[in-house]
């Protein structure tokens, strides 16, 4: 299972503009390392991460093995009138993961 840490910065104040930074624990194997054994790992990286503020898409990225692992996203997002961002994504494998993050936008 991975991990999450959603933070948002700026003032949020609907219309306002804040930066928004994601980071997801995952190891993103990109099928090319060897165990101690010589085996390769197999290839398991994060396919899509999105992000909602409601039902509305405020973020979309389709990594790939090229990505270190553990990987970190900075974006901006207009705010909206809002009391959750809720992130998405799912790996290889077909492990999903969920974030959801409470804000206290002002109108």
């Known amino acids: ?21 994601l980071l997801i624990q995952h190891s993103m194997d990109t099928g090319y390392l060897q165990n101690m054994s010589g085996q390769n790992i ?14 509305m898409e405020i973020f979309r990225v389709d990594p790939s093995s090229g990505i270190a692992a553990n990987p970190y996203f900075e974006f901006s997002w207009r705010v909206a009138p809002t009391k959750v961002i809720r992130t998405l994504w799912i790996d290889d494998l077909g492990v999903e993961g969920e974030l959801l993050t409470s804000i206290d936008t002002q109108l």
């Open 1 to 21: 299972m991975s991990l999450a840490r959603l933070q948002v910065l700026g003032d949020l104040r609907v219309g306002g503009v804040v930066r928004i930074r």
């Open 42 to 55: 197999a290839r398991n990286v994060i396919k899509t991460i999105t992000c909602y503020a409601d039902q």
